[in-house]
């Protein structure tokens, strides 16, 4: 028989259970349908919402703004109170925006005087979504400002360019990353980066500490259970026993982070109604090889692997110091940390404008090259990509060569940080 | 008769502290030795040594004719240890543990099949060997390991404190069962604090306090050579 299987068995039989599968299950509901819900959200506001008016002009110019309100995504709903306040807003609770267009209005845009119109935002909620319909308010009345200078321009200046009035200096953005050049407005690669990217710090941050925690408290529990006397008295030789303790954790961390990765891309394309990448944008964004190709998905699968066998090999030795399941949590404070450094440092700042000693620490930092993977890729730096995968692989190799050490001594047997006497102690010393 | 178990000269330092110094024992087919002895005074290191867990300090240990100090893997198919409060997995059932432990010592499927019908037989708890080992009481799950120890049918068993922290009947029934494992000619080396226990299993006693053996002989020798009625005299007397 082959004992590293009966091993690798009885570990996944002990890994996988309705404790563990319970909270990944409801994740990925909770993630794919919350998704859907802000998507639909987002829609709907940008859907023919209400808006009163109350138009103090009564002049052909106000009539065309409503129209032109009323034909972009708005039910104009026209009031004859003197002032906003002297609306009952109770009445309209779906109604989130109010528009005053002032007496003269049509007068003053004839004569060239900027009437001033007055746009009024009813703060029902603070959430984002609810920002949706003052942004397409103002855009409505920009587009129609646009045209109205166009018109306004073309009756005074005839014969001349009314676009060239009004904008005399074009200008035209390009983004440049690597070698490959392409014109497009830098927000919008920004946007487009970010909507990519920012999930995958949050999944590798989420599998590595998960796997870390898995494989440190099957140790804990070996102990706590007092299991592992008995497995370590058997005729198995204790690298299979540490091997199929990571190799266990490894494939349910794997699976996991797969799942949870699905999770997220259904939350994503929930938000973006399916559409990740603006039309518009879509050939200067594949010109500057910033869309993930399945290639990229391998190589960052690739680094997070190397990351989790890293943090496999480290909670493996750390485990074996905890006295019971409950000490964990403190004994994998050291991991955690150095997965924090890269996860906030990747997620908040800008790499490129680090001072050179945060860089060295980050290289340092084995779990940070799974999180600059997808950085380095677009920005086309493969070598860092390499050289980061050889660190990672020589990291592991020697954690787990001393995991392996630890085991095959007798010092496995009674290794223990006793929590409770170090804080006696303290107090002692207090 | 060839001895199962030979222990010379074994010696067990932790810094500056002597926990084992220097005991010498052996034990033959189809015998019962057991170490008592106080609280710390080495009965659990040497087991622990014995059963390979801990490396020793000096000295020999000669299992099943291969010395357990050089080879430690070799000598780890020929026992089976039974550490003191220990448990199973909770999360498996009684007979998913039992299937766990039989495919670490077999070397083929049929092998396996064998061991864990021995390992029912001897647990004697029926349909309960499929509901969680989680759901177990205290004597139960030390039928179930007894029955794990025994199933391989191991040249030496080695089993701490086997009966500790179970009521009156699961003793005798655990008590029972290591009996029956040395019709097969099992060694077993046990330690225990329980003298009336001591005196219905063991063949022969090891008297050990502060790392050393002070006394091995029958009960009914030891009895005899300290004119005292039962161990826990002769073992006061000893320890005196």
Known sequence: ?430 | MDSILTVARLKKDYGQLHAVRGISFAVQPGEILALIGPNGAGKSTTLKMVATLLTPTGGEITLAGTDAICHPDLARRALAYLPEEAGAYKNLTGLQYLQFMAGLYADSVNQAVEYVERATSVASLGARLRTKVGTYSKGMTRKLLLARTMMTRPQLAILDEPTSGLDVLNALDIRQTIRALTKDGAGVLLSSHNMLEIEFLADRVAIIDQGKIHETGTTAELKKKYHANNLEEVFAKVAA
């Open chain 1, 1 to 430: 028989m082959n004992h590293f299987v009966v091993l690798l068995k009885k570990e996944l039989r002990e890994l996988v259970t309705w404790q563990t599968l319970l909270p990944l299950i409801i994740t990925v509901i909770l993630f794919a349908g919350l998704g859907k819900v802000i998507g639909s959200e987002v829609k709907r506001e940008q859907t023919a919402q209400p808006i009163i008016v109350l138009d103090h002009d009564r002049s052909a110019a106000s009539t065309q703004l409503k129209q032109a309100i009323n034909q972009n995504h708005f039910t104009v709903v026209d009031r004859d109170e003197a002032t906003v306040g002297a609306i009952p807003l109770q009445d309209f609770p779906k109604v989130k925006l109010a528009l005053v267009i002032p007496a003269g209005f049509g007068q003053a845009v004839i004569s060239n005087h900027s009437p001033t119109l007055e746009t009024y935002t009813i703060q029902r909620s603070f959430s984002a979504t609810g920002l949706v319909g003052p942004a397409m308010l103002k855009g409505v009345l920009e587009a129609v400002n646009g045209q109205l200078s166009q018109t306004l321009i073309a009756d005074k200046l005839p014969g001349s360019d009314p676009a060239s009035l009004r904008i005399p200096i074009a200008s035209q953005s390009y983004v440049i990353v690597g070698d490959k050049t392409a014109q497009i407005d830098p927000n919008v690669v920004a946007t487009f980066i970010s909507s990519q990217t920012t999930f995958i710090p949050i999944i590798l941050f989420v599998v590595i500490l998960f796997a870390a925690q898995m494989v440190a408290t099957a140790i804990a529990n070996e102990k706590e259970n007092k299991t592992l006397e008995t497995l370590l008295s058997t005729p198995v030789s204790r690298q299979s026993i540490v091997a199929a303790k990571m190799l266990a954790a490894g494939i349910v961390a794997g699976i996991s982070s797969l799942i949870y990765m699905l999770g997220l891309r259904n939350f994503q394309s929930g938000l973006t109604g399916g559409q990740a990448i603006p039309q518009t944008a879509q050939p200067a964004l594949h010109q500057l090889g910033l869309v993930m190709t399945p290639l990229m998905y391998v190589v960052i699968g690739l680094a997070l692997f190397l990351g989790i066998l890293g943090a496999l090999a480290i909670a493996l030795i750390l485990g074996a110091f905890a006295e019971n399941v409950k000490s964990i949590q403190a004994l994998l404070t050291p991991l955690t940390v150095l997965l924090l450094i890269p996860y906030v440092f990747t997620l908040i700042l800008d790499w490129s404008t680090l001072p050179t000693a945060l860089h060295v620490l980050i290289y340092a930092i084995p779990f940070s090259y799974p999180f600059l993977a997808a950085q380095n890729l677009f920005l086309h730096q493969y070598h860092v990509i390499a050289y980061g995968m050889i660190y990672q692989l020589l990291f592991f190799l020697a954690f787990v060569w001393l995991a392996a050490r630890l085991f095959s001594s007798e010092q496995i047997v009674g290794l223990k940080l006793n929590f409770d006497k170090l804080n006696k102690l303290r107090k002692l010393r207090r």
